[in-house]
């Protein structure tokens, strides 16, 4: 079967850029690669699961269109194209180069016309052809064998609509009506007015009913009121509109049979544009598991192949590379093979001795360990590397037998522990833990690859393997040569021949001291040693500390809580199945918009998803729980299922076998903000906005019967960093009195005194002032409050009136960060914002509203690390028997010996409140309790 497939390339380029605008992929030299790996990834996937015989991708020119010429405003009001877009154009048309697919345009015809024109050719040449977009008006296309392909996205399969599909989702008899329809309704995004007050709904009821258009006119007469006014005034722009939404079939492009046939992709053209783009795993699933980006990343990339010309029998375009690929000379990329290196085995006594007099002469040395897993509470030691300087290591296994493994680390506890000796790695948090299960006590300044670069440049990976790429050039041996890929079938370090390991694990070593050599000067560029020498790298310490204690489960508690949340449920489903007079399937989003928004009717607007369901999304219900009570039940019934599933039975099963306890992992390298993420689990996630969702926190007790927890919590820490930091006279005065800062601002926005304000006002403030830090806009604070938007308006500019101290730290953070790129925090930790001098107004906005956030959030991030430091250091220092055991948010809590509950609380009190120096008072709340919900 001949299958030809046409892309529409601009509307799947723009889809894949914004499907990762909210995590954005970059090279290590900051270039934006979202839309290259977004389309390559699209690309193979139908490559791979359709297998087409034959392909195109199509585009638009700049030359203007018989559109334009008939409606000057066509297209006018389109916002200017993400300038990270416009610089991945090149890119994308070197990689559909790459792949042997033609690229066609033909000036004065947009890519929608030549798609049309050469399905219908393919068509009538015995083609099914595949119109592969996102774009709704090509449904118009849609024959018995000619399809729309609409590619899989944010976790939903593709989707393939034909005449079937396309009557139903358009509700029309015949195809060609989609295009009354759209004229009808017109197209905000084109600039098509359409016809004032018909939206999708009304354009299909009036297309059932007279059939086109054109009829409708000629019966606007049998209309009524506001309806039959629009359509009689507006009639000529209706078929004007109608005109511009029609997808001319007979454009200037001839159907190349030949030139649009597959063929394998060009490994030379292919290879080096991968490499320069960094995409590992891509290359890996075209060229295999061999390819490496730095075998080929300084391979000459030939920049005639963007010329008018033809190319192996395929026509290309005229694509401006200029300063995109410049030819260099040709160089082998660095590893193991190639490169000098003198890696030795430590494996008997006599070796090891000599080994620890070298480290024991040294400042600082760099580590790394070597075990069975991943888990450093679970797994167990295979062996130790070290490294003093660049190109040679060493690398010390030990035995299976677990008892035989603790003398060896032993002979080199005095390195670990030397104060005075600096230890270098890698994530070395994990390999600190790893030896804390050996009676190792790690002491001396710490420097850690893996953190220095999170805070040269936060938004990008940091994975050893990628450093090394990007700042050695050299390609490190990857562990699934030695233990196999991720799965069942993958095994363990302690299954491999010792001198690959030996190789491996020295190799690790050599690389990380290779990398802080590199990492220190770029530290200091960025103005981040400090924050390096101070906060992150002391925090390991502290992190470690903390994930090694663990905190103690009530098993008891939570096995009733499940028994109490499952009869709610039931409770629940069964309320919900009386309200809505049949029983359905609740976790089902299908049979949940069918019964809400066919059966009961909740909203006659109801929004579908590109799969022709309801959406019934949080935000969805949110906006209907105000009329309907059902609704809220749905809520109520989602929140307690995820409660139990996600904490309550998921709980117990975290619990380490060794210990009893269960021991989350914190990174310091995910949020750019700053702030802590952990997992295994996620403490951060734990619902506390509603009661049962806290009362998961009333299973975590102290160790024993001698000791309890104790919760201190930042008070409303970002608002007063937001009033430390803006200087604003108005709010400093409100933290410094002690006034309620809610009550205080509704007193200042409403023009009342402070006994003068209700409920209401104080929540409406409350809004305004958690918002502000977020960027919101009245449209925001409206749709969050369920007020008109100008009141919403009015509450904005009084409150901006009443404090204008925020209004300038808004304005002069942003004209900072348009002058330099970035924001920071008090303590100097930098936000990059590369868009934020965008000329697109979307892409620009998401980046002042982190313009604004980041120093306010980053600010609270560092107070908070700090004070876990100090408080950490003077436990140490006092040799108490309590311990910090959790960090969530802006609370930390411990687990407090009965006798030293009066000595911890002042500890900490007082270093989280002088974390840094402020002119507004920090309020801390302390409380103790059994367990933490009572503590809190």
């Known amino acids: 079967m001949k299958k030809l497939f046409l892309l529409d390339g601009m509307a799947l380029i723009y889809r894949a850029h914004f499907a990762l605008s909210k995590n954005p992929r970059f090279t290590s030299s900051g270039f934006n690669t979202s839309a290259v790996m977004g389309f390559t990834n699209t690309l193979m996937e139908v490559l791979r699961k359709e297998k087409p015989t034959h392909m195109a991708v199509v585009f638009d020119t700049e030359a203007p269109t018989e559109r334009h010429t008939d409606f000057v405003a066509y297209k006018a009001h389109r916002e200017a194209m993400p300038e990270d877009l416009s610089k991945a154009l090149p890119y994308i048309f070197k990689l559909i180069l790459g792949f042997n697919i033609p690229v066609i345009t033909s000036d004065g015809f947009e890519a ?7 399905a219908k050719k393919a068509e009538q040449k015995g083609y099914k052809v595949y119109c592969m977009t996102p774009d709704k008006d090509f449904a118009q296309l849609v024959s018995d064998n000619i399809f729309i392909y609409k590619p899989a996205r944010m976790g939903n399969d593709m989707e393939i609509l034909g005449v079937k599909e396309v009557l139903a989702k358009w509700e029309v008899e015949r195809v060609e009506q989609v295009i009354d329809i759209l004229g009808l309704w017109g197209d905000a995004v084109d600039n098509i007015p359409g016809i004032p007050g018909v939206g999708e709904k009304t354009a299909k009821s009036l297309i059932k009913q007279y059939g086109s258009m054109e009829n409708i006119i000629a019966h606007s007469h049998e209309l009524k009121g506001k309806l039959r006014e629009n359509i009689e005034t507006h009639a000529q722009q209706g078929l004007i509109s109608k005109k511009l939404a029609t997808i001319i079939l007979d454009a200037p492009v001839e159907l190349d049979e030949a030139g649009l046939e597959m063929c394998e992709p060009s490994r030379e053209l292919l ?11 891509l290359g890996r699933r075209v060229f295999g598991d061999g390819y490496s980006i730095t075998e080929i990343k300084n391979v000459s990339i030939q920049q005639d192949l963007f010329g008018n010309e033809v190319v192996d029998g395929r026509t290309t375009m005229t694509v401006d590379a200029t300063d995109i690929y410049e030819p260099e000379v040709a160089a082998v990329a660095k590893n193991i093979n190639n490169t000098e290196h003198q890696y030795h085995l430590a494996d008997t006594f006599e070796k090891r001795a000599e080994l620890i007099r070298l480290l024991s002469t040294q400042k600082s040395i760099c580590f790394d360990t070597e075990t069975t897993g991943t888990d450093a509470n679970q797994c167990e030691l295979v062996g130790l590397s070290f490294s003093i300087k660049k190109g040679e290591a060493w690398y010390v296994p030990v035995p299976v037998n677990c008892d035989e493994i603790q003398p060896i680390v032993d002979e080199f506890k005095p390195i670990f522990e030397n104060p005075a000796i600096g230890k270098i790695g890698q994530n070395i948090k994990f390999d600190m833990l790893v030896l804390k299960y050996y009676n190792v006590t ?12 999170y805070i040269i440049d936060p938004d990008t990976r940091h994975n050893m393997d990628i450093l090394a790429e990007n700042y050695l050039g050299y390609s490190p041996v990857s562990i699934t040569t030695l233990i196999g890929a991720k799965g069942k079938g993958q095994g363990t370090m302690r299954d491999v021949e010792i001198e690959k390991i030996k190789d491996y694990a020295a190799e690790d070593a050599d690389v990380t001291l290779q990398l802080k050599e590199v990492f220190e000067p770029k530290l200091q560029q960025v103005g981040g040693t400090k924050l390096a020498t101070d906060i992150e790298n002391p925090l390991i310490y502290v992190l470690a500390d903390i994930e090694f204690e663990g905190v103690r489960i009530d098993h008891d508690t939570l096995k009733e809580f499940s028994k109490d949340l499952e009869t709610d449920i039931s409770k629940l489903e069964k309320t919900v199945y009386e309200k809505a007079g049949v029983k359905f399937n609740i976790a089902s989003p299908k049979q949940l918009g069918e019964v809400l928004f066919e059966k009961l009717n909740l909203d006659a607007k109801a929004k579908k998803t590109k799969t022709g369901q309801y959406q019934t999304g949080e935000d969805v219900l949110l906006a209907l729980a105000n009329k309907s009570d059902i609704v809220r039940d749905i809520l109520d019934f989602r929140q307690l299922q995820k ?26 390298a ?39 927890i104790v919760s201190a919590d930042y008070s409303q820490i970002e608002l007063r960093i937001i009033a430390e ?7 400093m005065d409100a933290f410094i009195q002690g006034i309620d800062i809610h009550t205080a601002t509704a007193a200042k926005v ?34 969050n409050l369920n007020i008109p938007r100008k009141e919403a308006a009015d509450i904005i500019d009084q409150y901006f009136a009443q404090y204008p101290g925020i209004k300038n730290y808004m304005s002069d953070t942003m004209n900072f960060a348009r002058e330099n790129g970035f924001v920071q925090t008090l303590m100097g930790r930098r936000r990059y914002l590369r868009d934020i001098n965008s000329a697109n107004a979307t892409v620009r906005g998401y980046a002042e509203r982190n313009a604004i956030n980041a120093p306010i959030q980053g600010s609270a ?67 103790t309790g059994a367990n933490w919900l009572e503590a809190h």
Not at 271 to 281: Q, S
Not at 767 to 783: K, R
């Open 643 to 668: 409660l139990k599933s996600t904490y309550v039975d998921a709980l117990p099963l975290m619990v380490n076998p060794k210990t009893g306890r269960v021991h989350t992992s914190y990174n310091q």
């Open 725 to 731: 930091i803006s200087k604003d006279a108005n709010m």
């Open 750 to 783: 409403y023009g009342k005194t402070l006994d003068e304000v209700d409920g209401t006002m104080r929540r409406n403030a409350k809004a305004v002032n958690f918002g502000i830090i977020y960027g919101q806009s009245a449209f925001g604070l409206s749709q």
């Open 112 to 118: 929608d016309d030549i798609i049309g024109t050469l």
């Open 442 to 453: 790690m002491q001396g300044e710490l420097f850690d690859t893996m953190l220095a670069h």
């Open 861 to 927: 991030a560092d107070m908070i690390k700090i004070a876990m430091i100090n408080i950490h250091r003077e436990f140490k220092k006092q040799k108490l028997d309590s311990r910090m055991t959790m960090q969530v948010h802006d609370e930390l809590v411990f687990d407090v010996h009965q006798s030293e509950i009066e000595i911890v609380k002042p500890i900490i009190m007082q270093n989280m409140q002088t974390a840094f120096k402020t002119e507004v008072p920090i309020v801390v709340e302390i409380g």
């Open 670 to 708: 995910v949020a750019a903000t700053g702030r802590l993420s952990s997992n295994n689990p996620n403490l951060q996630n734990i619902p506390i906005r509603t009661e049962r969702g806290r009362e998961v926190r009333k299973a975590f007790i102290p160790r024993n019967d001698d000791h309890v």
């Open 271 to 281: 290879e080096p544009l991968f490499a320069e783009l960094e995409f590992r795993t």
